[in-house]
């Protein structure tokens, strides 16, 4: 089993920054594809970034490219997503999440098998 913990996630004013981590444990992150998926209220999970297991390709959602940016620190075992230029309707619980390497990124949730906790993230207006 593969645990999975996220940080980071608080209120900021739209315009602002935050980065999330998420640190796995049991099991290396380096023979996984790691992704960020988030909720909001009434809504469904829906994917925001991911990252394949060598860090060589990753996959944003449309209404994230040029703002949010995910990285893996495999010697850390952890996760990164750097979310600049937040706005409200980034709010949301973020989900950090584990698929099996492969070469593509995954953007379905269900394909994904270890799930942290969840990080409350509120912008602002």
């Known amino acids: 089993q593969m645990q999975l913990v996220e940080s980071g996630g608080g209120l900021v004013q739209a315009g602002g920054s935050l980065r999330l981590s998420c640190v796995a444990s049991?099991?290396?992150?380096?023979?996984?594809?790691m992704g960020w998926f988030r909720q909001a209220p009434g809504k469904e999970r829906e994917f925001v970034v991911g990252i394949n297991y060598s860090g060589g390709s990753t996959y944003h959602a449309d209404s994230v490219k040029g703002r949010f940016t995910i990285s893996r620190d495999n010697a850390k075992n952890t996760v990164y997503l750097q979310m600049n230029s937040l706005k409200p309707e980034d709010t949301a619980v973020y989900y950090c999440?584990?698929?099996?390497?492969?070469?593509?990124?995954?953007?379905?949730?269900?394909?994904?098998?270890?799930w942290g906790q969840g990080t409350q993230v509120t912008v602002s207006s």
């Open positions: 999440a584990a698929d099996w390497a492969r070469s593509t990124v995954l953007r379905i949730a269900r394909d994904y098998h270890f």
């Open positions: 049991g099991r290396s992150i380096s023979t996984y594809n």
